[in-house]
């Protein structure tokens, strides 16, 4: 008696030819007006302390909340933020905006 294995069936990549594509390409929805997409990854970068941690907070606030930001809409929603530099500077700058504007954040996490 012969032992054989054989292998899992895995499903087949999805793919669509091109020809069948509409010609027309519609833009992604827009989270921050002319500033972040939906779908799409941003890096926000700059010299230490120029203010970008601030910034890029105030927008998540903004945006969790689907209040206009910097003069431009936002789509209201939820927002997961990356604390690289650590969870407790990002905590009391939440506390400070909060007391400073008088409003919680939205869905932040």
Known sequence: MTLRIIPPTLPPIPFEWTFLQSDEIEA????????LTAGGMSIWY????????????????????????????????????????????IRTRLA???????NRPGYLG
């Open 28 to 35: 992604p929805p827009q989270i921050i007006e002319g500033v």
């Open 96 to 102: 400070a905006f909060t007391k400073h504007t008088g």
């Open 46 to 89: 700059g010299e230490s302390n120029s203010g970008k941690t601030y910034l890029v907070l105030w927008a998540a606030v903004c945006v969790s909340r689907g209040e206009p930001w910097l003069g431009k809409r936002t789509q209201k929603g939820g927002v997961f933020y990356v604390a690289a530099e650590g969870a407790w500077s």
